[in-house]
């Protein structure tokens, strides 16, 4: 009898093993928490006040439910709207709790990621139309908001970084490993984050004077943002500006130390480590440079709102011309002149089953997803309350909806996995008898620590539990022996995953006290 319980836990933990995290969903719920996480001086209020005021900027902070890992990589992700507040943006969605918007990010939660779905500040003019100023006042709005957006993005990085460097880390975040994803609009603010680390970079662009103002000589020339005014690039510092160069500026349309920033959590990197973009596109394609972060796209090469190569973003509304702009095809093109995404290179075809769909479109860009050409913007987007925005019709058919963000997840998970080194370790897909590694494992049971020992150099050690979690990971280990410390592990039994070169070695291990 103990012979058959005992084969059926294996049996059981094989199965298991199946599922992995980062990969795959191994948590059957994920949890929701509401945080501010900031706060600052909105645009929107200006129709309407004559003047900023500030507001609190809010997150859906999603968890797997019943985790017990004490560092989990960390997903912020921005919701689409052009922009604008909902209805008034003329889409059918723009809030964190669009339907796709939630999927997405449940799904995350439930493969072991932590997801912040961040709110962040929005206001600009779209409906500008003088014939003289009309285009160049639609896009200092516009400029101004994304701007507002990347500072917002920056503040929610460094929320998460000072909750852990205080010690408490409510959600138990890894910050070394840290993607920002963008949808519709939020995959504009997501690739202008990565790429836009530099206030000189606005009149640094591949068309002279595109986010410059004309003025009257000796000056010419005014930049649509103004650190002074607008703060700087990452949110850390306040307005510094003198009562008559804010006249100037504003024409005095405002009053006196009106301002659009204040610091919110100086002093904390607002570093990240993976992009990822849905049909979004780049303000200016000078901006990524040799050496940049990698980059996921997903785009429909037929969206009516946002152009896969480079060309003129226009009102999603009106059809008035705002902009040109770099989507995602030559986003990646220039990712790939760069090297920048080859990181993603070399992953297997069995934990990676959209890739060779994706290959055979993308031209070799590795890190892009062309979606099947069609007239909808978004193919992944569905919404429960039907609207007629623009004259359009919103999809109500979530079952099409989660087919197209079954592919959007599954591509990502395999490049999230070598980007954030999650120890996923799918590169060595062969598995080995422990002789032909000559692998030996003790002590077992283990109480404080054990030792991993072969005749072939370990790369990499992965600890998964009964249910198939990724529980303790240790990369680059790089030699014949190696002592894991316990750590936080419970008793119990427990898959050791040991990585070699050339493949890899499953062996039980037993921690007690």
């Known amino acids: ?59 859906n902070v999603y968890e797997p439910t019943g985790d017990t890992e004490a560092e989990r990589p960390l997903i912020i992700y921005l ?31 439930k493969m072991g990621y932590v997801v912040a779905v961040a709110d962040y500040r929005l206001g600009w003019n779209p409906l500008a139309n003088d014939p003289t100023t009309g285009e160049l006042t639609r896009r200092s709005t516009l ?109 005095g349309a405002f009053p006196i130390g009106d301002t659009l920033a204040v610091s919110n959590h100086p002093g904390y990197s607002s570093d990240f480590h993976l992009a990822v973009n849905m049909g979004g596109a780049l303000g200016d394609s000078l901006w990524i440079e040799d050496g940049g972060m990698p980059i996921i796209s997903f785009h429909n090469p037929n969206d009516p709102l946002a152009p896969c190569g480079t060309d003129i973003f226009i009102v999603p509304t009106t059809g008035d011309p ?27 075809d069995n934990v990676d089953p959209y890739g060779n769909v994706a290959d055979s479109r993308n031209g070799g860009r590795n890190g892009l997803f062309l979606l099947p050409a069609a007239p909808d913007a978004s193919l992944w987007d569905w919404f429960a309350a039907p609207m007629s ?62 030792n991993f020992s072969a005749k072939e150099m370990i790369r990499h050690i992965n600890i998964y539990d009964m249910n198939g979690r990724l529980v303790k990971s240790q990369m680059s280990v790089n030699a014949e022996n190696f002592t894991m410390q316990r750590g936080t592990l419970q008793n119990g039994l427990y898959i050791a995953e040991i990585r070699f070169e050339q493949g890899f070695v499953k062996r039980k291990i037993v921690f007690s006290n």
């Open 389 to 450: 925005p623009a004259g359009g019709t919103c999809n109500t058919n979530s079952s099409i909806a989660r087919a197209y963000i079954d592919t959007i997840v599954g591509y990502f998970a395999p490049r999230a996995c070598l980007a954030l080194g999650l120890g996923c370790g799918f590169t060595d897909t062969k598995e080995l008898t422990q002789f032909e590694a000559g692998v030996s494992v003790a002590p077992v049971p283990a109480t404080d620590a054990i």
């Open 79 to 109: 919701h689409t709207g052009n922009l604008l507040p909902y209805p008034q943006n003329g889409a059918c969605g723009g809030t964190i709790n669009d339907s796709a918007t939630v999927e997405i990010a449940t799904r995350l939660a």
């Open 322 to 348: 705002v902009l040109e702009v770099s989507g995602s095809c030559d986003v990646q093109s220039i990712q790939k002149k760069f090297g920048n995404n080859n990181i993603f290179n070399g992953i297997p």
């Open 143 to 251: 400029i101004n908001a994304a701007y507002r957006g990347v500072q917002d993005i920056r503040t929610c990085i460094r929320y998460f970084k000072r909750n852990f460097a205080i010690g408490a880390n409510e959600f138990r975040v890894d910050t070394s490993k840290i993607v920002v994803w963008g949808q519709g609009t939020g995959g504009y603010l997501s690739l202008a984050a990565a790429s836009l680390d530099a206030y000189s970079e606005i009149i640094t662009t591949s068309i002279p004077h595109k986010f410059e103002i004309p003025a009257p000589p000796p000056t010419n020339w005014i930049p649509m943002v103004l650190e002074a005014y607008n703060g700087n690039i990452y949110g850390t510092s306040g307005p510094g500006i003198s009562d008559a160069f804010f006249n100037q500026i504003t024409g």
């Open 1 to 59: 009898m103990k012979k058959l319980s005992f084969l059926f836990l294996l049996l059981a933990c094989a199965g298991a093993l199946n599922a992995q995290r980062y990969l795959d969903q191994v948590f059957s719920q994920a949890s929701k928490t509401t945080r501010i996480y900031g706060s600052n001086f909105t645009a929107l209020t200006l129709p309407v006040t004559g003047h900023t005021m500030r507001q609190p900027l809010v997150m």
